[in-house]
């Protein structure tokens, strides 16, 4: 598969799966003599498979990449950078909030661990947020292997000018994402801020200070920015290309409302903190995908307190909320 428009090329790189995401996507972008690969996969033989296989139907081969440009760290969009530098040094460009998390940096991940094991205490999580902060630290022993070896790139502004693309930071799912637009064409490499068959988590991260940031806050807000621009096609990192991307959004959006006034429902009918209102919402979810459930009521709650519908404050340090008159 090719989409071509005005001189520009997308060879869209798919490789299925059996998960809920169905697919990892990333794309290679050509224009006049650049070729952009725009995220990297998992590192596995699918993906470098596919890639290489995409390549060579299209007469292109990995000598000819530009360079690479990352939408965010997460471990299925990077995963074949360093097999790609390895063999074709290019340069390789990412949010500066990407480079202490690619880089695996021990500073920045004892104050994130540092940050859970607070989190979780204070959101009430007892036992179960114990053992995912215990997980979190001991993850950075065990994965200090997974550190990209490729010297990256903070991205500037206006550097992808030549590739008529510019850059839209829309973080909510991780702090250092991005999108790529293309304005005259309307396309959008959005990530994972957008994904037709599931709604993306906005995960709860510490920022590179290690400051708690409102993620499904700035999430809506990368949504409600994308509104304005015209997409008619976005390029989503996981499942299929997206046509509707307008409506999508729009759907997304009423959905966080539709959430939100659930929990409300609940702090109204006795629950008080954040575990009480996962247990009672996600049920055993609780347990087995806690960190990804965490984030979606810590999400909704803040996005309640920023429109001050309501309330927390701190009992034996633990948040309890409640409903704002
Ligand atoms: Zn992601």
Redesign the pocket.
Known sequence: MKIERDGQTVFPVIVSNSSSLKSVNFFLLKEREMLYLIDAGMNDEACWNTLLHTLEVNNLSLSDLTGIILT?H?I??VGLVDRIVSRHPIPVFVHKEAVPRLKREPAFLEKRADFFEKLYKEMGCGEAGEQQARFVREAIEKNKDNALQASLTPIEDDFLTSLSLRIIETPG??PDQMALYDEKRGWLFG??LLISHIS?NALVEPDSSGNRMMTLVQHRNSMKKCLDLKMNIVFP?HGTLIENGESLIQNRLSRIDKKAGKFVSFIENGSATAAEIALRYYKNVYYDQFSLVMSEVIGHLDYLENRGHVAKIKVDGVWQYTIQP
Do not use: I, K, Q
């Open positions: 965010h997460h299925d969009h799912h991780a990530g994972d993306s990192g």
